[in-house]
């Protein structure tokens, strides 16, 4: 069974640790300005004479209300109008970037985030997903995975409707924490009745699959004020939940300096709100997909788990791992074939560059063949717990223990503190080493650096 976790505290203390989430291999921390628009556009022509399928990711930076947490990328106003002439750009970059790509090659996920993206109004959403459909070859069917972000304080019932009407069949609801002392903590109130309006019109309206978002270790969180949270959020019935552990990195992300460090849960308390979280969806028949995500047997997620058909990509868990990877916006990063490309996070110099015609590339990377048999490794383990070192020799024409004989003394040790299996024929993360697979993952990393390891979470 792919949902079996075991939890032990003695083996969590030991191997907890700073880590990557591993959305990418290797991870944005190793992007560097080497390069440029010229290295995305030669890999859009791979990309169009493979006629590979796509994955878009559009980023809408804007949000009318700063959450204290927060570690996005994006631009807090009021001003509604900013978002016009950012749209007037978006557009220019979508051109740019479509005239590249044959009209064949079909959109099969889509996905808005943010920010907020309901903060366009209805005429902007309305234009961009003309716009996005006038270059790109966006599914008429409702085949594709076609998601939006979602703060329930920023829509409504029309706004549900609107956004199925565009094509949407996916919504990801940001919640974090129904408690409203912790939600005065971090400046984000909202009220179960808000949500609950917003998933009952998803349902509604057919909408394939709500996603819910929690983050444990807020201030004020204790553990029985999040289990309450954990149980108003099971009636909702999300298909997914993504359950994310708070860095505090305030001297990183300027906003968490105005949360008070004294009223955060201490490391022990925050491992036990893991733990309760884990008992009640579980009990509730939720399966642990992987790092921060689980999700009930009959979504797609688990069921692409079960079928050893699952990836990870910078939109987290997918089953659209074959795709190449647009990302537009002000921050977006691509995955073109083996080039990983970011634009820049300033939003004034990517609007500027586009007011230029130019696209807004500012880093990225080109994955070696090194890169290559990492990045599937790690990919393997992340998304399926076991690892068959036959499929890797014959797929990358190598000898699996020769080629990592580095790291081999480590892996025995992790096998001795029962975290893996480790045999002739491969590598199995033990249920009890499931939460921990981050640091089996790191072992593979040869990119990791310890001064970098501070800039992640911890591991739990
Ligand atoms: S958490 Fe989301 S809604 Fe809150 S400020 Fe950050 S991007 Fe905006």
């Not at 509730?284 to 058909?309: C, K, N, V």
């Amino acid at each position: 069974m792919l949902d079996s976790l075991v939890w032990d505290a003695e083996l969590i203390r030991r191997h907890d640790q700073p880590g990557p989430r591993y959305t990418s291999y290797p991870t944005a921390v190793q992007f560097d300005n080497q390069v440029s628009a010229f290295d995305l556009l030669h890999a859009l022509r791979d990309s169009r004479k493979a006629l590979r399928p796509l994955s878009l990711y559009v980023h809408l930076p804007f949000c009318a209300h700063i959450c204290y947490y927060c570690a996005c990328n994006k631009v807090i106003t009021k001003d509604r109008g900013r978002a016009q002439a950012y749209l007037q750009r978006l557009e220019q970059e979508i051109q740019l970037i479509a005239c590249h790509l044959d009209p064949r090659q079909s959109v099969q996920q889509l996905h808005l985030g943010g920010g907020t993206p309901t903060f366009l109004n209805h005429d902007e959403l309305r234009q961009l997903m003309a716009s996005l459909r006038s270059h790109f070859n966006l599914r008429l069917d409702d085949g594709g995975d076609y998601g939006i972000e979602i703060d329930p304080r920023e829509a409504d019932w029309s706004t549900m409707g609107l956004l199925r009407e565009l094509g949407f069949n996916r919504v990801s609801i940001g919640v974090q924490d129904f408690d409203p002392l912790v939600q005065r903590a971090v400046n984000r109130l909202q009220t179960l009745d808000e949500t609950r309006a917003i998933i009952e019109a998803a349902r509604t309206l057919q909408f394939r699959s709500v996603n819910l978002d929690l983050i444990y270790g807020l201030p004020r969180q204790t553990v029985d004020s999040f289990a309450r949270t954990v149980d108003e959020v099971i009636q909702l019935q999300p298909d997914r939940l993504s359950v994310f552990n708070y860095a505090h990195l305030p001297e990183r992300f300027p906003p968490q300096r105005r949360i008070d460090h004294v009223e955060l849960p201490p490391p022990g308390v925050k491992l036990q709100m893991l733990k309760g979280t884990i008992e009640q969806l579980t009990a509730a028949g939720y399966r642990y997909i992987g790092m921060d995500h689980f999700a009930l047997p009959d979504d797609d997620l688990a069921i692409a788990q079960e079928e050893g058909q699952l990836q990870r990509n910078f939109q987290g868990y997918t089953t659209h791992g074959h795709c190449d990877l647009i990302g537009l916006g002000v921050s977006a990063i691509s995955q073109v074939g083996d080039l990983y490309s970011q634009n820049s996070s300033d939003v004034n110099e990517y609007q500027n560059t586009l007011a230029g015609a130019q696209l807004a590339t500012a880093r990225g990377l080109n994955c070696d063949a090194d890169d290559r048999l990492r990045r599937a490794v790690i990919q393997q383990l992340i998304c399926h717990f076991e690892l068959d070192f036959a499929a890797f020799e014959q797929r990358f024409g190598i000898e699996f223990r020769g080629y990592f004989a580095a790291i081999w003394a480590q892996l025995q040790q992790m096998q001795g503190d029962g975290l893996i299996e480790l045999d002739a024929v491969g590598i199995r993360v033990k249920p009890v080493g499931r939460l921990l697979v981050r640091s089996v993952c790191m072992l593979f990393d040869a990119h990791l650096a310890p001064q970098d390891q501070q800039r992640f979470s911890r591991v739990i």
